[in-house]
């Protein structure tokens, strides 16, 4: 992954998400921009390091790093800016991850390689992949 394309999926994936975090939400932090974007971009390195990985086992994957990701963040910015809060659901983690978005995250996810596909495809002129399920 070059740093050019590396920077364009931040920004598109970023982009989407605050979108989708707007209308789910209502707001958003730029904190989230920055954590998305790192998410697509790192969902999107899964082409590279596993080629042909069925679309399940892409959106699990993805679905760990975000929610790793979301441990990070929250750990670093959460606590500080109060962008979301996950203590009053059952099994989370010190209020910043939980199981019912990692299950949110499996789809965000499953965007995310979509999203990825379609701009190696626009961007750099790749073939969309053969998707299989499982």
Known sequence: MTLRYFCLIMLVGGTVYVCI?????????WSMFL???????LIGMLNEWAPGLPLSAQALLGACVITGSELVFGSLFNRSYAVWDYRGLPHNV???????YFCAWL???????????????????????QYRLF
Do not use: K, M, T
């Open 21 to 29: 975090e707007l209308l789910w939400r209502g707001r958003s932090h």
């Open 94 to 100: 010190r209020g910043q991850i939980c199981p019912q």
């Open 35 to 41: 954590d998305s974007g790192l998410c697509a971009a």
């Open 107 to 129: 789809f965000i996810a499953l965007l995310a390689v979509l999203l990825d596909d379609g701009l190696r495809l626009l961007a750099l002129g790749e073939p969309l992949p």
